[in-house]
């Protein structure tokens, strides 16, 4: 039989006809070695807390906290980023915990770095908005605003104090002006040279952060528009990328992750130090909720999503579902 016109003489769906095809022919896959847990340990509970906005993620006990550490670097997850959560009343203006060498963040370093050695690259968030009464990301002026050079020097206090509980990483997340260089050079006069910043480069001021307001009990009334980025700004994220990579950063992150995916293959292109994405609170509640209600195939969408940062030229992926994700690889032998 004649065909009208002689289309198709090339057929792309060739390439898709088996598994195994499918697999030769892949140009991007998520393997254990690119995610890191973001974890969070409580101050003062014996028994982690579930968090009712990102079911199946808890605030640990600094035992439990242990034993999913020891879990993810088992399952060979690249490292677990650490978020400390202080009784209420050691909250203040000034984010004292912070820079208690006792602080929960600090005991949940120790702990970690005591379970899992070198096995897991040990990072912690370097911020005060987990510290502070007023749950902002900074210390505030005599107008209530954030102010941005007051908050450097505490940053620069809570990086050593950190540093001296074994962090190997700290991710300064507060978007201050100026915040990768200050740290590092308050890293390097007490001889922490080898301590790493995991600089949140690009940070957009985003409705999906609200699950995490719980995840770490936080005090924040306001919101943080004037230092995160606005989200209908896309230039802006290359200007901080040339200054945090001027002021030292050795590796630099784009969040949240899938609204931004379009920045993060600028950020991607453009940086010679490896690139993460944070896969963040509101989109691990937004497959868990839809997956939950059968509206979605769980472990389709996570992997699909975890996929769309390796192919948008992320290295690494920050995830809730990191060690979950790594264990099934490791059954499915991807
Ligand atoms: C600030 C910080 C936040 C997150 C990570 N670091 C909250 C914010 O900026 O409002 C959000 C992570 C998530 O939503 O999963 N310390």
């Known amino acids: 039989m004649e065909r009208a016109g002689s289309f198709p003489t090339v057929r792309p769906r060739r390439l898709r006809t088996t598994p195994a095809m499918r697999r030769m022919v892949a140009e991007h896959r998520v393997h254990p070695a690119d995610l890191i847990l973001p974890a969070f340990v409580r101050e003062g509970v014996g028994e982690p807390v579930p968090i009712a906005t990102m079911p199946g993620v808890v ?83 005599a107008r209530g605003e954030v102010d941005n050079d007051a908050t450097l020097a505490r940053y620069a206090e809570m990086a050593l104090v950190q540093a001296e509980a074994g962090a190997q990483v700290l991710g300064p997340s ?27 480069t690009v940070k957009y001021a985003s409705a999906f952060y609200g699950p995490f307001r719980e995840a770490v009990n936080s005090s924040l009334t306001g919101d943080r528009k004037a230092y995160q980025q606005d989200p209908p700004n896309a ?9 945090d990579l001027a002021e030292g950063a050795d590796l630099v992150m784009v969040k949240p992750g899938l609204p ?13 130090v490896p690139v993460a994405a944070y896969q963040i609170s509101g989109e691990y509640a937004m497959v868990e909720a839809a997956a939950e209600r059968g509206w979605l195939d769980r472990e389709r969408a996570i992997e699909e999503t975890l996929t769309s940062f390796k192919r948008a030229g992320a290295d690494l992926v920050l995830t809730y579902w990191a060690t979950e994700f790594a264990r099934r690889w490791g059954r499915d032998g991807r």
Do not use: N, W
């Open 59 to 141: 605030q640990h006990s600094l035992d439990s906290l242990r034993k999913a550490a020891g879990e993810a670097a088992e399952a060979g997850v690249a490292g677990i980023m650490l978020f400390g959560v202080p009784e209420e009343e050691k909250k203040d203006a000034v984010g004292s915990p912070g820079t208690d060498p006792d602080g929960i963040l600090q005991r949940g370093l120790r702990a970690v770095r005591a379970e899992t050695g070198d096995a897991l690259v040990v990072m912690s968030d370097l911020c005060l908005d987990e510290v502070t009464d007023h749950g902002h990301c900074g210390v505030l002026d």
């Open 174 to 200: 507060g978007m201050m002006d100026g915040q990768v260089g200050h740290v590092r050079a308050a890293l390097d006069a007490a001889g922490h040279r080898d301590v790493s910043l995991l600089a949140y």
């Open 235 to 243: 230039r802006e994220a290359l200007r901080e990328l040339a200054l």
């Open 260 to 272: 931004y995916l379009d920045i993060l293959r600028q950020i991607a292109d453009a940086s010679p």
